[in-house]
Structure formats: structure tokens, C-alpha cells
């Protein structure tokens, strides 16, 4: 018997039996779709991380800051100078394996920023050279950035993101018009300091396109005329605001930078008496390669140790731990997910077995009389095989469909900032899953079914 | 040499540890051409020998020769195929697929010898023509007599051109006058020149072939008792029409 003579056998075996065959084909199409739903849901998990993770400059970046020295050298403690410029020079001059380098001196506690007859605590206020914007993948929109003479005066010059903007002088989502502060006048703790450049606006690409979409559902209804305008108390809806996915992002816009010695000078002098080394916050560091990052680490290891006599006052801060956070987090969310879809694959495989094998025995008398009239073991065989095979393609197929209204009811019910993405590559790995279970399932019936007697299925009734 | 030749078959069965013995040591040729059939009381072994005649089954001694080949030690697949090409069979109870129509259950063995569809159609339209049945090509078989549904029967059994035709008590599930009819079917099919073994118990219905083996324990009896049931009358009473049949 042909393969089409089968395939067409079995497509009239379900629907000779409609129901039946759609029960149990609910089996595979609950686990294809799930299988579909769950990789969505871990592909959109992981864009969204790792996009954070670019956005704060990646693994091959990582920073060095101070900190309290150890128990075991608590003597040496008069002696600890913590992370200081001149480190950063020796680094630059030491560690061949090193980029790029960008001291941060940070105010702490965080300062008071003013403008605009508004007051704001911000994240972090820093002084830092041109190079950190790099470092951090700023990028400026607007004005420019502070220059080395900038720096070597010490000019009251400050670069903002928009969250500061929008705190000072307003959202442009409230506001209506977006506001370009270059020129004004922001006091850090009193000191007045001139905004010379402003940085685009960060958010993830999902935050991006629900704010797209916000605005031009308002364009239509401008357009359309309606005016009434919801009422009420304005809900604090993004711009990237401090959700949980879009927290880098967050702390991006909310930076304010003024040139290092400026800091040094203007904003800090006073409040430590160590003028022979500048005092940093933290360096970042940019190694040249990523594979040679150990060799980097070492390499700057030894010119600290050098540096700080053996005290360990400061310590490396690598983004390894958070990417093989996000690595573990993603592994485990693909396992648990491919497991529940797995098991309700295997449970639909179950059910074809099942409805197969009581086929097989509703058709003993069926199969003795094909055999009777010459259909040998291997066509009989195939038949079964076909037709449960027929039966999980079609699972397959319904499940792939029902895959989206799945996707579409867990992005209702759960608030996500990482729209789940659909991979083509997820939808031929469930159908295929659900084409070989299909096989699987229909193998022990059909064997059972080809090793009949012929004389017995023709005398069975 | 002879179309079928059976020697010293035996089919044993084992049931708890007692040996019944369907078949018991048969000895037979069949001749191309013959119309032949097996007779003698239910249970006396006579499915069994045509079930092994008809490659349905293995004999468990003994060796057969269907056409020169030796098929005692064939494989299930190479007994289907021999089935399929060189074997028509006829049931008492039909034994046709009720999900399928006449002309679906008449194409079956052309599916399982690769016949592409539109010779499988036209070979069944000419089988259900030679057993009068062109006119109810769609209807399912639940909708037939007993009488047509033999027929189809009949002509499943044709459409493959076998060597031999079994018929396995052809007219047990029918009223005396459709069994009539449904054996004329096989006279005629012999008068083509086919060969035919019709099984039975019935004497009057062996009595319509020439040849008739007669099946007593599993044992081929050696010689027909014709008085018995009054064969002898009989025999002569079909010849008798018969002849007056053929003027
Ligand atoms: N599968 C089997 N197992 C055991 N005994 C069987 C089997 N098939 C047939 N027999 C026995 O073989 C004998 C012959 O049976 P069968 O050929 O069907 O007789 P008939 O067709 O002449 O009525 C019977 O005694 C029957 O019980
Ligand atoms: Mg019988």
C-alpha cells in the first residue's frame, strides 16, 4: 500500500471518529503550544536582559571602588588610601591589556540638584573625564560634552540624562513639548553649574514601542477631535520609569556629570584631606578582550597590590556575576518551561497510544480481512503508523495556532516589560516534536496490529 | 505437475496439554483448472485445510506447493503476497469492510499489489459487472443483501486474476434459492476455466463438482461413501442438469 493510500486511510479512520480523535489530540495541542508559549516567553525574558546588560557596557567592562579594608589587615588601616587617580594612572601606564579608563568621583551622599524652582535628590551626581560616556554608552542628544580644558579649569559645566530634565523642568509626555534645558542654570548643593549637553533618552525596545504606540493612539484621538481628555489623578506610566526590567535604563537617565577636577575642586575640596591624591569613587575599566579577561584582571591586581602596599582597600567588581545570573535564570526558565511542555507532550503521546491501541482491538476483524486479501505485516504496520502520526500532525498544527491566543491570554494576565517573541525556529521544533511523538505513539499499537494472526483476526467477532 | 500439492500435512493444535490434530497427515494434489470441493461434518477439518491450502496459514508438518513454490517455510510477508496475487478467497460471513463502498471493497487487493487508481477502478467496475452488481458501486455493504453482499465477495476474489478461488461454505449464510444463485456464480467461474474448491458440508452442494475430497477427523476419507446421504442420486441428478443446461 502506498504512503498516500495510508495517509488517506487515516484521515478517513479520524474522521470516521471526530470526536475521539479531536480529545485526543487536545493532548498535543496543550503541549505544542505551551512548548511554543514558554520558549516566547524565556526568547523575550533574554532579549530583555541582555539588552540591559549592553546597556551598562557589557561583560567586557567592569569597575573598581573602595572599600573598607579587611579584618585581617585592620592595622594597616591608617594606611589605606582607597582607589585613588594616581591608581588609575598606574593602570593606564601598566596594565597593557586595558582600553579604556574612567575614574568616577561620585558625591556622596547623592547632592541636592535645583533648577527651574524645583528640588531633586538624584541617583548620582559624579565627576568624571569625557571617556566615562563611552564607558556607559551614553550618547549625547543634545549640546555637547565637557572637553579636557573643561576639565583642567574646572569649569562649572554639567551633562544631564532626561529623567533630571524631566524632574526640573518637566516630562515632555506631561508637558507636551520636550524641553531642551542647554544654557540653564542646575545648582548641585547650591553651586550653580551650566547644562551644556543633554543625553537621548534610554529605554528597552519594548518601553519604546509602548510609548510609540501611547502616542499615536493620542495623535488619533486628537485628530479625531476628541477632546475630553481622561480626568483624574495622572497615573506614572514609563518613559522607562522605574520598572523592574527598565531599572538600568532608569539609572542611565537619572545621571548628572560634571568634569572630574570640577568635582574635585569645587564640589568636594572640603571634605577630605588628601590633596596629593584625588580620592575616586570607583574606575570603570574596559578590557581589549573579553576572552582575555582574566589576564586583564591579574594585571591590574598587581599594580594595585603594588600601589596600596598589599591592602586590599578596593575591590574588582566584574558584570560576570550578573550574566551568569541571567545565564542560570534563563537556563532554568527554558528547563522548567520545556519540562511542563515536555510532560504535556509525553501525556498527549499517552493518549494517541491509547486511542490507537483500542482502535487496533475495535479493528482485529478489519485487519484479518486486509491481511486475508494480501496486505503483508509492513502495510499494516505503516497504516497504524500513519495514522497516529496523522492524528499528532494535526495536534501539531492546531497547537501552533493555538500558540498565539496562548501568548496573547499570558500577556494579559501577567505584566511583562519583555514581549514575548515567537521563534520560527520554536514553532518546527514543537510541530516536530509533536511528528515524532506521533511515531512513537503509534509504534507498539502497530506492532501489536502487524503480528496479528490472520485466521484469528478473521474468526475474532 | 499439479497447481497445489500437498504432502503428508499435518496442522497440530495444543490446547492444555492435549494435541488435537486439525489436519492429519493429507496427501492431495489439486490440478489447474479443477473444480474441486472439500466435504464432511463441522469440525471435521476442512477450514483448516483450506485456510492451508489457501496460504492462510502454515501446515506444522508436511510440505505445499503452490505453483512450484514451496510455501511451507514462506515468511508472513511473502504468504501475503502470494495471497494478494495467486489466491482469491470467499467467506461464509462475506467478510467485507463496512466502512468501505462495493467498489472500495473490490479495489482492496489491487491497493496492496501497488495498482494505481484508475486501473484499480476500471478492474473492479469489470469484476461487479461479472457478478451483476455495476449498479450499486456506492452503496455501503450494510445496505446489501446477504446474497449481493457475497457477490462482492466474489468479485474481490476476481479482481486480482488469481490461480485458485476458496470458497469457505459460500452459501452457509444464505436462503436455499440465493445459494443457488451465488453457486452458479462458481459453475460459471469454472466453465471459464478457473479453479475452484468450494468447502461444505453440504452434500448437495459438493455434489455440483466434479471432484469431491472428503475430510473425516482430519483425515482425507479414502473413499467418498456416496450412498451416504445419497451423493450418488444427487450427482447424477446435477449432471443431468448439467447436460440439459448446455443444450
Ligand atoms: N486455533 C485453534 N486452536 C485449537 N483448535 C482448533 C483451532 N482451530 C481449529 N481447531 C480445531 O480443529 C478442528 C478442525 O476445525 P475446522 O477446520 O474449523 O473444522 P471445519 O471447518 O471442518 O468445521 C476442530 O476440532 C477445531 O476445534
Ligand atoms: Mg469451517
Redesign the pocket.
Known amino acids: 500500500m502506498g504512503l498516500w493510500n495510508a495517509i488517506a486511510v487515516g484521515f478517513k479512520e479520524i474522521w470516521a471518529h471526530k470526536f475521539r480523535s479531536l480529545l485526543t489530540m487536545l493532548g498535543i495541542i496543550l503541549g505544542v503550544s505551551s512548548l511554543i508559549a514558554m520558549s516566547a516567553l524565556v526568547e523575550g525574558m533574554e532579549k530583555g536582559s541582555r539588552e540591559a546588560l549592553v546597556a551598562v557596557g557589557g561583560l567586557q567592562k567592569f569597575r573598581i571602588e573602595s572599600q573598607p579594608v579587611p579584618v585581617e589587615q585592620r592595622h594597616l588601616r591608617d594606611f589605606a588610601t582607597g582607589v585613588t587617580l594616581g591608581d588609575v594612572y598606574a593602570i593606564q601606564n601598566n596594565a597593557p591589556e586595558v582600553l579604556k579608563i574612567s575614574p568616577e568621583m561620585r558625591m556622596e551622599p547623592s547632592p541636592t540638584l535645583s533648577a527651574n524652582g524645583k528640588n531633586f535628590r538624584t541617583w548620582s551626581t559624579a565627576g568624571v573625564w569625557p571617556v566615562q560616556l563611552e564607558m556607559m554608552e551614553h550618547n549625547i542628544e543634545h549640546g555637547r560634552c565637557f572637553n579636557e580644558v573643561d576639565d583642567e579649569q574646572a569649569r562649572s559645566v554639567c551633562v544631564i540624562g532626561t529623567g533630571i530634565r524631566d524632574e526640573l523642568w518637566g516630562n515632555p509626555e506631561e508637558t507636551g513639548k520636550e524641553i531642551i534645558p542647554l544654557g540653564q542654570t542646575l545648582t548641585i548643593n547650591g553651586s550653580p553649574f551650566t547644562v551644556i549637553g543633554m543625553f537621548e533618552h534610554y529605554e528597552s525596545d519594548q518601553d519604546r514601542k509602548t510609548r510609540l504606540l501611547r502616542k499615536a493612539e493620542e495623535a488619533e484621538r486628537l485628530a479625531s477631535g476628541l477632546t475630553n481628555a481622561p480626568t483624574g489623578p495622572k497615573r506614572m506610566r514609563g518613559w522607562g520609569g522605574n520598572r523592574r526590567g527598565g531599572f538600568a535604563f532608569w539609572i542611565k537617565n537619572n545621571t548628572v556629570y560634571v568634569p572630574l577636577n570640577t568635582m574635585w575642586i569645587k564640589l568636594l575640596s572640603g571634605q577630605t584631606n588628601t590633596p596629593s591624591d584625588k580620592r575616586l569613587s570607583e574606575m570603570e575599566i574596559k578590557v581589549r578582550d573579553v576572552d582575555k579577561l582574566e589576564l586583564a584582571l591579574s594585571e591590574i591586581r598587581n599594580v594595585m597590590m603594588v600601589r596600596h602596599r598589599g591592602i586590599e582597600d578596593f575591590n574588582v567588581r566584574t558584570q560576570e556575576d550578573w550574566a551568569e545570573q541571567i545565564n542560570v535564570f534563563i537556563k532554568n526558565a527554558r528547563l522548567s518551561g520545556g519540562l511542563i511542555a515536555g510532560i504535556s507532550l509525553l501525556v498527549g503521546g499517552i493518549g494517541i497510544m491509547n486511542i490507537m491501541l483500542a482502535s487496533i482491538s475495535e479493528r482485529i476483524r478489519e485487519i484479518g480481512i486486509r491481511k486475508a486479501v494480501g496486505a503483508g505485516a509492513l502495510d499494516i504496520f505503516v497504516q497504524i503508523v500513519v495514522e497516529s502520526t496523522v492524528i499528532a500532525l494535526i495536534g501539531g498544527i492546531a497547537g501552533v495556532g493555538t500558540s498565539y491566543g496562548l501568548i496573547q491570554l499570558i500577556i494579559a494576565f501577567t505584566t511583562t516589560d519583555n514581549a514575548p517573541i515567537v521563534t520560527v525556529s520554536s514553532m518546527a521544533i514543537a510541530f516536530g516534536a509533536s511528528a515524532v511523538i506521533g511515531v512513537l505513539a503509534g509504534l507498539f499499537p502497530a506492532l501489536k496490529a502487524a503480528r496479528m494472526n490472520v485466521i484469528q483476526s478473521l474468526r475474532y467477532d | 505437475m499439479a497447481l497445489l500439492e500437498l504432502r503428508n500435512v499435518s496442522k497440530i493444535y495444543h490446547l492444555g496439554g492435549e494435541e488435537i490434530r486439525a489436519l492429519d497427515d493429507v496427501t492431495l494434489d489439486i490440478e489447474a483448472g479443477e473444480f474441486c470441493s472439500i466435504i464432511g461434518p ?1 469440525g471435521s477439518g ?2 483448516t485445510l483450506m485456510h492451508i491450502l489457501g496460504c492462510l496459514d502454515s501446515p506444522s508438518l508436511g510440505t505445499i506447493k503452490l505453483d512450484g513454490v514451496e510455501i511451507q517455510k514462506a515468511s508472513t510477508s511473502q504468504l501475503a503476497h502470494i495471497r494478494n496475487r495467486k489466491i482469491g478467497f470467499v467467506f ?1 460471513f462475506f467478510n467485507l469492510l463496512p466502512k468501505l463502498n462495493v467498489v472500495q471493497n473490490v479495489e482492496l487487493p489491487m491497493i496492496y499489489s501497488g495498482i494505481g487508481g484508475k486501473e484499480r477502478r476500471e478492474r473492479a467496475l469489470k469484476a461487479l459487472e461479472m457478478v451483476e452488481l455495476g449498479n450499486r458501486l456506492k452503496n455501503r455493504p450494510s445496505q446489501l443483501s446477504g446474497g449481493q453482499q457475497q457477490r462482492v465477495a466474489i468479485a474481490r476474489a476476481l479482481v486480482n486474476d488469481p490461480k485458485i478461488i476458496f470458497a ?2 459460500p452459501t452457509g449464510n444464505l436462503d436455499t434459492h440465493t445459494g443457488e444463485v451465488i453457486l452458479e456464480l462458481f459453475r460459471n467461474l469454472s466453465r471459464q476455466g478457473r479453479t475452484v474448491m468450494l ?1 461444505t458440508h453440504n452434500p448437495e452442494i459438493a455434489a455440483v463438482t466434479p471432484r469431491r475430497i472428503e475430510i473425516r477427523n482430519g483425515k482425507i476419507a479414502d473413499k467418498v461413501d456416496t450412498r451416504l446421504a445419497g451423493l450418488d442420486r444427487l450427482a447424477a441428478a446435477a449432471a443431468k442438469s448439467a447436460a440439459a443446461g448446455a443444450h
Open positions: 463441522s476442512k477450514s461464509q469457505d461454505e468447502v
